[in-house]
């Protein structure tokens, strides 16, 4: 089993930025790809960002030029690094691990995310 325990959320102005830390413990599967999910009130939870071991990212394109994903291995930890917030980022945040390739995950339980205008 994995476990994945995501940190950092909170209330912040637009404009504003937050960084969420997502640390996996367990038995953790190599190559794997590391990501953030995003899922807003009402809505299906959505992409935000992936990363590989070997670094190879993949935005989706709201973010792009605001957010920045990031990992440290040694640590089997990855990093979202969110800038010029808008009050649609407003969302419960998720991360999650799965091996290269396969289409199941782990999850972690979520970070709350709020931008006031």
């Known amino acids: 089993q994995v476990q994945l325990v995501e940190s950092g959320g909170g209330l912040v102005q637009a404009g504003g930025s937050l960084r969420l830390s997502c640390a996996a413990s367990g038995r953790i599967f190599s190559p794997n790809v590391m990501g953030w999910y995003r899922q807003a009130p009402g809505k299906q939870r959505d992409l935000v960002a992936t990363i590989t071991g070997g670094g190879s990212i993949n935005y989706v394109d709201s973010v792009k030029g605001r957010f920045t994903i990031s990992r440290d291995n040694a640590k089997n930890t990855v990093y979202l690094q969110m800038n010029s917030l808008k009050p649609e980022d407003t969302a419960v945040y998720y991360c999650?691990?799965?091996?290269?390739?396969?289409?199941?995950?782990?999850w972690g339980q979520g970070t709350q995310v709020t931008v006031s205008s």
């Open positions: 999650n691990v799965r091996r290269l390739g396969a289409s199941s995950a782990y």
